[in-house]
Nanobody, 128 residues
Framework: QVQLVESGGGSVRAGGSLRLSCTFS????????MGWFRQAPGKEREGVAA????????MYSDSVKGRFAISLDNAKPTVYLQMNSLKPEDTAIYYC?????????????????????WGQGTQVTVSS
């Protein structure tokens, strides 16, 4: 059974930083892609970052590029999301997800339909 557990959410002022963690337990062969998504009240879930567990190739949404960084420690195995220069519009519940994909990358790695396993979410609140 695969389980994802997020931690590290909280409240911060605009311009501040937070680091989210997501620990994966279960059969690691069931995933070769890890992603972070977020959902703000009244909005659709949005993919913000993804990383290949094999090559560590990353992809970011335009809304967080240059401010957020996704990284992976395969030994733990844990995926991180370092969030810098936070803005009030970054306020959302952040979810970690895992997928086993075949074929080429591209924008598909930021689509939630590609992911099978999900964590419970962690709240991030950024005040102005």
């Amino acid at each position: 059974q695969v389980q994802l557990v997020e931690s590290g959410g909280g409240s911060v002022r605009a311009g501040g930083s937070l680091r989210l963690s997501c620990t994966f337990s279960g059969d690691t062969h069931r995933r070769n892609l890890m992603g972070w998504f977020r959902q703000a009240p009244g909005k659709e879930r949005e993919g913000v970052a993804a990383i290949s567990t094999g090559s560590s190739t990353t992809m970011y949404s335009d809304s967080v590029k240059g401010r957020f960084a996704i990284s992976l420690d395969n030994a733990k195995p844990t995926v991180y999301l370092q969030m810098n220069s936070l803005k009030p519009e970054d306020t959302a519940i952040y979810y970690c997800a895992a997928a086993l994909i075949r074929g080429p990358w591209g924008q598909r790695v930021l689509r939630d339909a590609e992911y099978r396993y999900w964590g419970q979410g962690t709240q991030v609140t950024v005040s102005s």
